[in-house]
């Protein structure tokens, strides 16, 4: 199942797997998306943009060395229902070997396929333009757009830099009590923070990132990009608050549709992932 494929590393580094803390699986699942395809060549090209980086993240003053082992692709087949399956049982695999997974989409639904692998006690922070709460998309229950409706009905969900939603999505989700900490809500005000960490307080906690969270400005090689996003500097405040406060047993980066020349959504979702393992190092 892990098949190692050296030359695609995460960071250019060959990490011996028995040793590794954490498993880097690419996903490249891009089926239901509805808007702009090509989240099946986000894992490849985010492995590609990390070999710029340093291993050295001077944000956080921690060098993330040997510790990431890089899983060959996985090999999603072409039906959603199929495809969530593979990704259940291939991070189940992972935590039985006691590894922390970080899973590279592809398209958001790869989050509701490792939430499966998990138990029900733990709480799943989702980055999203997007409320995700679609009943069902073109006749079909599992969607990108449903990601978090489906991960609702096992986990509790919050959703962070939330912009995009209807009319109907906004009475599901008062009506199914989704803490929402809105894009246009963050002023680096304590209070949104202080919220965000009594909700998590000692909880073990998935953090799933849809790189549309981030403002289009910063993050253009996205599926469906939506104006009025986060910084950065937003997203670093954040994660510093839920690895400080909750246990964190996972996570995800997904939603990067490659634009080629521009390759600044790759970086970034590279740099985060190195980011959030400094982050849980240091915690
Ligand atoms: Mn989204």
Redesign the pocket.
């Known amino acids: 199942m892990l098949l190692y494929e050296g030359k695609d590393s995460f960071l250019e580094e060959i990490v011996d797997f028995k040793k590794a803390k954490y498993v880097l699986l690419p996903v490249p699942m891009d089926i239901t998306t509805t808007y702009l395809k090509g989240t099946k060549f986000g894992p490849r090209s985010i492995i590609e943009a990390s070999r710029s980086l340093e291993n050295y993240d001077s944000e956080l003053d921690f060098e993330v060395k040997d510790v990431i082992f890089t899983s060959g692709e996985l090999e999603i087949p072409p039906d959603a229902t199929k495809a969530i399956d593979v990704i259940k049982s291939t991070v189940s695999d992972v935590l039985l070997e006691k590894k922390f997974p970080v899973l590279v989409g592809g398209e958001?639904t790869i989050t509701y396929g490792a939430s499966l692998a998990f138990g029900e006690d733990v709480v799943f922070v989702i980055f999203?333009?997007?409320a995700?709460f679609k009943k069902d998309v073109l006749g079909s229950p599992i969607n990108h757009a449903s990601n978090s409706r489906l991960i609702n009905k096992r986990n509790k969900v919050i959703l962070v830099g939330t912009r995009s939603l209807s009319q109907e999505d906004k009475k599901d989700l008062e009506k199914s009590k989704i803490p929402i900490f809105r894009a246009q809500d963050y002023g680096g005000l304590k209070t949104n923070l202080s919220e965000l960490k009594n909700l998590i307080k000692d909880k073990r906690v998935y953090i799933s990132i849809?790189m549309?969270v981030f403002d289009p400005s910063l993050v253009p090689g996205v599926g469906?990009p939506q104006p009025g996003g986060i910084l950065y500097e937003t997203m670093l405040d954040y994660l510093k608050v839920i690895i400080g406060s909750g246990d964190l047993v996972g996570f995800d980066v997904n939603?990067v549709r490659p634009l080629g020349e521009n390759n600044v959504t790759e970086i970034l979702a590279a740099k985060l992932i190195v980011d959030l393992i400094a982050l849980r190092e240091t915690n």
């Open positions: 958001h999203d333009a997007h995700d849809d549309d469906t939603e």
